[in-house]
C-alpha cells in the first residue's frame, strides 16, 4: 500500500471513521473493502509515491486543471464491488495538489442525484474555469429522455460544492443521430481558446463539437462532428506552443491516439498512438495540463491488485514529452510515477 495517511482535517466521527480506515488500509485491507466502507474522508491528504496515486479507492476518467499554483484532479469513483463486471458510480470526486504528489481529497463535490433529471452514472466529466467560476461538464444517463446525456454544474470554487446550472441536460441523446446507440452522448471536453470561445467535444463512435455561448451553460450554433482514425471516446483538447491537440481513446480496448491541428476548428492531422493499453482496464481516458513547466499524462489504469479492472480502475500520472515539431512522444507508463513538481 503505497498511499499514506498523513493527516485527517475533520474532527467529525466521519472523518474518524475515515481515518481508521484509511489506517486499515496501510495495515493491509484491500482497496475495495476500503471502498465500500469510507464515508467521507474529506480534506484527507494523501502521498503518492507511485502509480496509481490514489490507492485508498477506486479513480477513473481524470479530468484536471491548474488554478494559482495548485492541480485539482476530478475523477469518477469507481465502486463496483470485486468481480462485479459493469460500472458503479454514484459520484465524482475532487483532489488538490501542490506538486502532483501531495494530494488532499476533499468532500464529495457532485453526483448524478445533484441533476435532477438524471437517474444516476457518474461517467466521464471535465472541469474548466471561466471568470472565476468552475463549470463541470458530466456524463450521465437522462431520466426522461433514453440514453446518456451531459449537464453542467457550477461553483464558485474548484472544490465544489457544484449546483446544476440549467435543470437541464446541455445535451441529450436525441440530438445527435450518427450513429444509433444510446451512450454516443458522453464524455464532455471542454476548451477554451485564447479569442475566449469556448467548445465542447464529446461523443462515443463518433466524435462531437459544438461551440458554448459565454454563459458556459448552452450550444451556440450547429453540432459538428470530427472524422478522427478508431474514435471510440473520451476526446480532450488542448493547445501547446500554439498547436491544438485532439487526444482520444482508440480502438476497444482502448489506446489513446491524438491529432493535432492549426486550428480548433481543424482540419485535424492523426498523428498515431501516444499511449499504449494501460494495464488491465479495457477503457483509458486521459487528461493532458503542463504545471511549473512541466507536462503531463493523467490516465487511468486497472493496476490495484487484487481487484482492480476495468470496472475498478486507478488514475496515474506519467510525464509526457513533446518533439520538436510539436508533435508528442509516446507516453512511458510506469509503475514510479512523478517526482513532485517544483
Ligand atoms: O467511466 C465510464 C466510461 O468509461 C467513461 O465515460 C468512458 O470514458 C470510459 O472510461
Not at 1 to 18: C, D, E, F, P
Not at 159 to 167: M, N, Q
Not at 193 to 209: E, L, M, P, R, S
Request: glycine residues 8%; proline residues 6%.
Amino acid at each position: 500500500m503505497r498511499i499514506k495517511l498523513i493527516n485527517n482535517h475533520r474532527k467529525s466521527s466521519t472523518g474518524v471513521i475515515a481515518g481508521l480506515l484509511f489506517a486499515a488500509g496501510v495495515l493491509g485491507v484491500s482497496p475495495a473493502m476500503a471502498s465500500k466502507t469510507i464515508i467521507n474522508p474529506a480534506d484527507t491528504t494523501v502521498k503518492a509515491n507511485s502509480n496509481p496515486i490514489i490507492t485508498h479507492k477506486y479513480t477513473a476518467d481524470p479530468a484536471a486543471i491548474v488554478h494559482k499554483d495548485k492541480v485539482y484532479l476530478y475523477a469518477g469513483h469507481d465502486e463496483a464491488p470485486a468481480r462485479r463486471e459493469g460500472y458503479v458510480m454514484n459520484e465524482w470526486l475532487v483532489f488538490s495538489s501542490p506538486d502532483m504528489v501531495n494530494w488532499t481529497e476533499h468532500a464529495v463535490p457532485l453526483a448524478p442525484k445533484d441533476f435532477a433529471w438524471s437517474s444516476g452514472d457518474a461517467w466521464a466529466s471535465h472541469v474548466v474555469e471561466r471568470n472565476g467560476k468552475f463549470y463541470w461538464y458530466a456524463t450521465v444517463t437522462h431520466k426522461d429522455i433514453p440514453g446518456k446525456a451531459v449537464g453542467v454544474a457550477v461553483s464558485d470554487s474548484p472544490t465544489g460544492p457544484f449546483k446544476d446550472a440549467r435543470g437541464s441536460a446541455l445535451i441529450t441523446n436525441d440530438m445527435t443521430t450518427d450513429v444509433d446507440i444510446s451512450w454516443d452522448d458522453i464524455d464532455p471536453a471542454v476548451f477554451i481558446d485564447d479569442d475566449g470561445q469556448a467548445y465542447i467535444f464529446w461523443g462515443n463512435t463518433v466524435c462531437h463539437y459544438a461551440k458554448l455561448k459565454d454563459n458556459m451553460t448552452e450550444l451556440d450554433g450547429p453540432i459538428k462532428t470530427i472524422k478522427l482514425p478508431n474514435f471510440t471516446e473520451a476526446p480532450w483538447v488542448h493547445k501547446h506552443k500554439g498547436k491544438y491537440y485532439l487526444s482520444y481513446a482508440y480502438q476497444f480496448p482502448e489506446k489513446t491516439a491524438y491529432a493535432m491541428s492549426r486550428s480548433i476548428e481543424g482540419p485535424w492531422e492523426y498523428k498515431g498512438i501516444l499511449n499504449e493499453l494501460a494495464g488491465n482496464s479495457n477503457t483509458n481516458h486521459q487528461a493532458i495540463i503542463d504545471f511549473k513547466g512541466n507536462s503531463y499524462f493523467i490516465y487511468h489504469n486497472g493496476g490495484i491488485q487484487p481487484d482492480g479492472g476495468s470496472f475498478r480502475r486507478s488514475v496515474c500520472i506519467d510525464r509526457l514529452y513533446y518533439n520538436k515539431d510539436g508533435s508528442m512522444k509516446r507516453v512511458v507508463m510506469t509503475t514510479e510515477g512523478i517526482k513532485p513538481a517544483k
